[in-house]
Structures are given as structure tokens and as C-alpha cells.
């Protein structure tokens, strides 16, 4: 087993040029930190910040996953039908609002969230344009507009 894989310091703008193979290009910054070339939006973070985001936008959005995902997640005294009752009927009626619910009632999030990456990884939060993820030089890379 070698060293682990170093890269020369390279900015987020610079990485995300030498990946588009697009030296040349003007790289703005847009709110949110994200990097525009022309009219095309990326994310560019480095692993641990990837994991950061995507899980804040998981949070986020777990009225949206399915009840038996969710249900899976629960402590075991919890997996009842009047549970998943409840945690239906809160999604269908109170959709975003039903998060802190939800929230609250999950077992462990950081594995929530882990399952849920493993299941259909960062590239499918992050990369809501083409659900590609890009890694160059250190740096994953995904498209949002």
C-alpha cells in the first residue's frame, strides 16, 4: 500500500478549469460559493465538505424519502403501525414541515444519512443539473444549473 495521492495546491477555480479543459475561462463566484463559467453553476468541495452538504440537504428533505426507508430507521420500540400511521399522514399534509418530526424520531441520523448516500450517492443531491459527480486534483465537482 503507497502513500496516499498528493496534489499540488490548486484552487477551487482552478480545479474546476483543468477539469472543463477550459483554462481560459473567466470563473465567477456566485452566492452559496458556487463557481460560474459562461452560464453553468458548480459545486466544487473536497470530500469532507461534500459529505457536510449533502447531508445538510438530506436533513432537509426527509419527508421526501419513503416510509418503509424511514420506518427501517426508527428505534425498534417504534416500528409500529400507528408510527408509520403518523409519519405518513405527516408527510402527505405537512410535507417540508414534517421534517423535525421525523427528525426527532430517527434512531441515529449520521447512519440515516450514510444509507441513504450508499444508496444513491452524493452525485444524486448534489449535482441536481446532470447527477454526475467529478473528482479532479483533490476536488469533487458537480454541475447544479
Known amino acids: 500500500m503507497g502513500a496516499?495521492?498528493?496534489?499540488?495546491?490548486?484552487?477551487?477555480?482552478?480545479?474546476l478549469r483543468l477539469y472543463l479543459g477550459c483554462p481560459d475561462f473567466e470563473i465567477r463566484i456566485r452566492k452559496y460559493g458556487l463557481l460560474a463559467i459562461?452560464?453553468?453553476?458548480?459545486?466544487v468541495w473536497n470530500d469532507a465538505e461534500a459529505d457536510i452538504e449533502c447531508r445538510r440537504i438530506i436533513e432537509s428533505e426527509?419527508?421526501?424519502?419513503?416510509?418503509h426507508f424511514i420506518m427501517a430507521h426508527l428505534p425498534?420500540?417504534?416500528?409500529?403501525?400507528?408510527?408509520?400511521?403518523?409519519?405518513?399522514?405527516?408527510?402527505?399534509?405537512?410535507g417540508v414541515d414534517s421534517n423535525p418530526l421525523i427528525m426527532s424520531v430517527i434512531a441515529?441520523?449520521?447512519?440515516?444519512?450514510?444509507?441513504?448516500?450508499?444508496?444513491?450517492?452524493?452525485?444524486h443531491f448534489l449535482a441536481p443539473y446532470d447527477g454526475k459527480e467529478g473528482l479532479y486534483i483533490g476536488y469533487f465537482i458537480y454541475r447544479v444549473k
Open 62 to 67: 426527509l419527508w421526501k424519502f419513503d416510509i
Open 4 to 15: 496516499p495521492k498528493s496534489y499540488p495546491r490548486y484552487s477551487r477555480q482552478e480545479a
Open 38 to 43: 459562461e452560464d453553468q453553476e458548480y459545486a
Open 108 to 123: 441515529n441520523l449520521t447512519q440515516f444519512c450514510q444509507d441513504v448516500i450508499a444508496m444513491f450517492g452524493r452525485e
Open 76 to 94: 425498534a420500540n417504534l416500528q409500529t403501525a400507528a408510527m408509520k400511521g403518523v409519519l405518513e399522514h405527516a408527510q402527505k399534509e405537512l
